[in-house]
Antibody
Framework: EVQLVESGGGLVQPGGSLRLSCAAS????????MHWVRQGPGKGLEWVSR????????SYADYVKGRFIISRDNPKNTLYLQMNSLRAEDTAVYHC??????????????WGRGTLVTVSS | DVVMTQSPDSLAVSLGERATINCKSS?????????LAWYQQKPGQPPKLLIY???TRESGVPDRFSGSGSGTDFTLTISSLQAEDVAVYYC?????????FGGGTKVEIK
């Protein structure tokens, strides 16, 4: 079955760090652009970051630039998001998502259920 | 960033009737194609891609879902609302980085 399963969320204090994982099955993450998209409580969707299929290029939303790092482990077929200097406004469900080949890789044709990150003292 | 504005925020439609959701971008998202996608999010589930390039249905999406529009104004139409279509619908532009989403439209049964 083609799916994405996130893990690693939890409660963290402001200024703390967390690493999210996204395990893929049924396809190879290194063949696709992969993204992180978040959804704050009662809020809409916000794109966070992406990694190119060749792994050489990454990009970030301004509100996480310099604090978050996207990466992947090809043998484990897993995507990661290292989150540092966390703020209350980073509280959200974090989804990993696959960039759709048919749509230029910037729309998202497969999503994980997400993992909840709560930043609070 | 490109701002995506959806309307209405919510709508209630009778079963079998048409539902229409609008999406407006703060700048044109057209360059040979319209870089516009639509998603459906049911409670407790992640978003699901319905339509990309403004009007191309994703594989497996029922043909009662259709997308139209160009430039800055787009529409998602559900031609005959079914009970399983109750959800929040989002538009997304991917013409410019960062990709941005509309605020969502909640569709309910009247």
């Amino acid at each position: 079955e083609v799916q994405l399963v996130e893990s690693g969320g939890g409660l963290v204090q402001p200024g703390g760090s967390l690493r999210l994982s996204c395990a893929a099955s049924g396809f190879t993450v290194s063949s696709y652009w992969m993204h992180w998209v978040r959804q704050g409580p009662g809020k809409g969707l916000e794109w966070v970051s992406r990694i190119h299929s060749d792994g050489s290029s990454t990009s970030y939303a301004d509100y996480v630039k310099g604090r978050f790092i996207i990466s992947r482990d090809n043998p484990k077929n897993t995507l990661y998001l290292q989150m540092n200097s966390l703020r209350a406004e980073d509280t959200a469900v974090y989804h990993c998502a696959r960039g759709g080949e048919s749509s230029g890789y910037w729309s998202f044709d497969l999503w994980g259920r997400g993992t909840l990150v709560t930043v609070s003292s | 960033d490109v701002v995506m504005t959806q309307s209405p925020d919510s709508l209630a439609v009778s079963l079998g009737e048409r539902a229409t959701i609008n999406c407006k971008s703060s700048q044109s998202v057209f360059y040979s194609s319209n870089y516009l996608a639509w998603y459906q999010q049911k409670p407790g589930q992640p978003p699901k891609l319905l339509i990309y390039w403004a009007s191309t249905r994703e594989s497996g999406v029922p043909d009662r879902f259709s997308g139209s529009g160009s430039g800055t104004d787009f529409t998602l139409t559900i031609s005959s609302l079914q009970a399983e279509d109750v959800a929040v619908y989002y538009c997304q532009q991917y013409y410019r980085t960062p990709p941005t989403f509309g605020g969502g439209t909640k569709v309910e049964i009247k």
